[in-house]
T-cell receptor, first 113, second 112 residues
Framework: AQSVTQLGSHVSVSEGALVLLRCNYSSSVPPYLFWYVQYPNQGLQLLLKYTTGATLVKGINGFEAEFKKSETSFHLTKPSAHMSDAAEYFC???????????FGTGTRLTIIP | GAGVSQSPRYKVAKRGQDVALRCDPISGHVSLFWYQQALGQGPEFLTYFQNEAQLDKSGLPSDRFFAERPEGSVSTLKIQRTQQEDSAVYLCASSLKGEPQHFGDGTRLSIL
């Protein structure tokens, strides 16, 4: 069984400050990990993914995440927040051979001007 | 190119009515998924198709929920005898096999 925990349902950061959104997972097999962003009344857009290889993954819009197996974590970061980053962010886990994703409950990111 | 298209975007139904939600995946995508997203929650898996074959329906909450993809392209999620707890956003996603999923904008279903 797989599960995802996103610590902090709401995160607020000032414009230009570091963004850190936390994700921990549980999986009995090597995981595939994803971050998606959801804007109001829209579907989910893929930010980045980790499957195998390099543990530091770069995505769109300046986001990156690092897979840390020892900590079972896949935290999302961005060095400098922009107003347009305000949205809901979801971490998800899957694995090779099983296409479905298990999502966390999401973190709503607010950017303070 | 065109993304995943879902219709209708909004659906209001009275309790006990049947509803049908449509998903047009990205052309050529063999994998198609349905998820249910309750208010303030993350999406939860309902069912998965590879072409026309429904390979996993473990997430369907009851036998009132039925999904089909008869020609391996367009899919329909049907909910019979709707109940208030069925109110949610229903998301469809498609992908090439083994590649990340692309999501539609969803259908917001409200049961009165």
């Amino acid at each position: 069984a797989q599960s995802v925990t996103q610590l902090g349902s709401h995160v607020s950061v000032s414009e230009g400050a570091l963004v850190l959104l936390r994700c921990n997972y549980s999986s009995s097999v090597p995981p595939y990990l994803f971050w998606y962003v959801q804007y109001p009344n829209q579907g989910l857009q893929l930010l980045l993914k980790y499957t195998t290889g390099a543990t530091l993954v770069k995505g769109i819009n300046g986001f990156e995440a690092e897979f840390k197996k020892s900590e079972t974590s896949f935290h999302l970061t961005k060095p400098s927040a922009h107003m347009s980053d305000a949205a809901e962010y979801f971490c998800a886990v899957g694995y090779f051979g099983n296409e479905k994703l298990t999502f966390g409950t999401g973190t709503r990111l607010t950017i303070i001007p | 190119g065109a993304g995943v298209s879902q219709s209708p975007r909004y659906k209001v139904a009275k309790r006990g009515q049947d509803v049908a939600l449509r998903c047009d995946p990205i052309s050529g995508h063999v994998s198609l998924f349905w998820y249910q997203q309750a208010l303030g929650q993350g999406p939860e898996f309902l069912t998965y198709f590879q072409n026309e074959a429904q390979l996993d329906k473990s997430g369907l909450p009851s036998d009132r929920f039925f999904a089909e993809r008869p020609e391996g392209s367009v899919s329909t999620l049907k909910i019979q005898r709707t109940q208030q707890e069925d109110s949610a956003v229903y998301l469809c996603a498609s992908s090439l096999k083994g590649e990340p999923q692309h999501f539609g904008d969803g259908t917001r279903l409200s049961i009165l």
